[in-house]
Structures are given as C-alpha cells and as structure tokens.
C-alpha cells in the first residue's frame, strides 16, 4: 500500500518521527510504519526489542498522549506500527505543533497556528468576544442597510421592533453586553480602530509587477467595503464597467459579474483577519484577488474545481453573509467563478495558494483572432491556439496533417507557443505528447 496522507513508512527510527506522529494527533490521525521503504514493502528492523520498549515511553514523554505501538512480524522479519489517534486538544513537541497537509507533516507558526489553537478550544477568531467595543462603535446604517438586502433572501430570522442590538443578538454577534469581533468585521464604523490591516488595496500595474500606475485602498466594514471596491473597480479600474446589480448575468465584457463579486466576497469572508489586508491587482489582461489564510486542511486546490463542503475560516461571517443573501453554504464559490468564466468564454480562472494566502485569476478573453494577430502569431498558430480553446489539446502530428506543414515546421510552430506561455507542452513524451492552453489549464 503507497504512503498517503495518514499513512507513513520508515525503513529505521529517528526522532523526528515524533512530529508525525504529534501531527496525526493534531489531524486526523494516522499510522506510522518503522522497518518499510516508501512502498510499504517490509526491510525488517533489528531493534525492534528495544524500540518496542521506548517507543511508548517517549511518545507519551515528549506528546502527553498514549498511542497504539504494534510488533508485527512479516515472514522473518519484523516492522512496528504505530497508530494515533485523532486529539480534541492541541498537542505539541517541544512548545512546537504540527498538523498534516496532505502526506506532509508541516509546522504551525504565526496566524496559522493562533488559528489552530482557538479551533482546537473550541473557538474561532470571529467568535471571541472584543471587550473594547461597545453600541457607539456599530454602524446603525450598515444594519438598516443589511435588513432591507436581507429581506429577499427569507434566510433572515424575524427581526420586526427590535432594536438594533437585539438584531445582533439575533444573529448571533454578542455575548451577554459584549459584541463579538464578526460585528465588528460586520457592521463596525471603524474596525481598523481595533485590528490592523482591515482594508483592501487596489492597484492598477502596467507590464510588470513593479510598474505600479496607481493605487486606491478602501476602508471600513465588510458591506461597506464589498460596496465601495466595486463602485471602485468600476469608475477607475475597469475600461468597461460591470452592472453588479446583475450580479448572476453572464456578460462577455471584460469580466463575468458574478465571477468578480464572488472573488471579492471570497476574500472578506475567508481572510485571515489578524493578517494582511486585502490587495486586488488590476492588469490589462487579467485581475487577481490575494487574501491571507490557506486552505484547511481537509480541502485542497483540486477539490475547489468540483463539487465540496463549504468549511470558512470565519464561520460566524460566513452565517449572517448567507443569512443576508450575499453567499451560499454549500461550497459553490469557486465553482461560480470558474463556470462564470465557463460561460463568458474566457480561460479558466487560476486558483493557487501563494505568500501564506488565497489568490484566484482571471484572465481576459486574449486567445480571439484579433488579440492572437497582435501578438504576431502566424496563421497556423492562430488557427491551431483556436483549435484547442475548442478541443483542449492538440498533436504534432494533427498540426502536420491540419496545415499540410513537415514536422520541423509543426515543432518550431508549436514550440514557439510555448516559448510566448500560450501553450505548454504535456508531460507525456513521445507518441502521446500533446499540446494544451497554459493559461487555460
């Protein structure tokens, strides 16, 4: 059986194995093989006797917790298995905690690992009480604002005569007296009084990243933001402005609107909070939105192209965003961008996670028969970049046979598509080797 995320093998013991194992504790659990290679085929061990002495010891020594150690025999030679539990509690190795990501054993450290600890207490941050604020610092007009939008929705519970506190109340932001931090996130006049960081900046570059032609940053709360960056996108970023009021139109102008406003909300939902702020770049042939957190642990990059659980970072922003209409609970977001895309006939956003954060891309329709004539392309190449926005891929020999042209002639063509990043070459050689869109990948 191959290694996987909760499964590992060791041909020999070492220390460092003890983060491993204080990472299954922290994830999901797991199994940990002393005495096979990394196919899982027995090589045996000599001192298991030993081993299966100190084992125990040292787990329970350096971890605090107890975990199964077996010595199992595999014809004439023998292996020990190890196997952990998944723990409600934080667990660490030396003041030091680890998680799995994957089939990796990574260490937490700064935002990730605050994170970690408040959700292994049972906690998120925007559920933790902020004991500085009180009604003067909510913004009455974002509430009102929030219950009219709200209304359409019948996700609202039923808030008629009562007071604005009580309407938090309702929606889960207050403790007692005391506002939680996602009313202040939510519904703050100023939450930058009370966190760093919680603005978003927009900056408009030209050919590279260092050529910055101008900049705007938007400040205030969740809706007031979502609002006012895109009135901002519109009026001085974008060379076409989008109706959001629209917002699940499917325009073939610069940008899908859906596509932009779920990014958007994507972002002020999902953010690290004690993190950095929010950086929208604006380029001529693409828009790309960075928010700081990664990913959970239990979704990767792959799982947000189909259908998966929705699991936000700020579960209580998440709440009354979808109590007010502006998402769902069913982890679509990503899929709304990429069909938004999809249906605009534009490339396929790009999804990564880069710099501690979240960033999702989307390029402008670049592959037509006008933009690719001025980019210098000859007419095979514009014809074949056609032909696989069509059919995905294309071969050297379809090109030889689709433009009557020898195989030096298709190689130097399509390898110079390659070389301009339009196409990029598969990692099948030989017969099977084929060529796809890079940017639509």
Known sequence: MPEQHNIEYKQNWHEDHLKTICAYANSQGGKLYIGKDDKGKTIGITEYKRLMDDLPNKIRNHLGITAEVNLVKDKSKYFIEIIVSAYTVAISLRGRYYIRTGSTTSELTGNSLNDFLLKKSGKTWDDVIEDRTSMND??????????????????????????NFEILEKLRLTEGEKFKRAAIILFGKDPGKFYPNIFIKIGRFGKSDDDLLFEEVEEGNLFTMLQNVLQQLNRKFFKNPIDFEGMQ?????????????????????????????????VYEDKIIIWNEGTLPPELTLES????????PRNPIIADVCYKGGFID????????????????????????????????????DILNEEQLKKLGL???????????????????????????????????????????????????????AYYELLIAS
């Open 329 to 364: 609970t069913w982890g679509r977001g990503t899929l709304k961008i990429i069909n938004s895309c999809r249906e605009a006939e534009l490339p396929t956003p790009e999804i990564k996670e880069e710099f501690g954060g979240f960033s999702i891309t989307i390029f402008k």
């Open 249 to 281: 139109r499917i325009e073939k102008g610069e940008y899908p609107v859906a596509a932009i406003r779920e990014m958007l909300l994507n972002a002020l939902v999902h953010k690290s909070y004690i993190g950095a702020a929010i950086q929208i770049r």
């Open 304 to 311: 947000l192209k189909k259908q998966h659980p929705s699991i």
């Open 138 to 163: 909510i913004d009455e007009g974002t509430v009102s604002r929030f219950i009219k939008i709200s209304e359409k929705t019948n996700r609202l519970p039923d808030v008629t005569g009562l007071t």
């Open 378 to 432: 000859n007419d095979r190449q514009i014809k074949a970049v056609l032909y696989v926005r069509e059919n995905r891929k294309i071969t050297n020999k379809e090109y030889m046979s689709s433009f009557n042209v020898s195989r030096i002639t298709a190689t130097r063509d399509l390898q110079d598509l390659v070389n301009r990043n339009i196409f990029k070459s598969s990692e099948i050689k030989g017969a099977g």
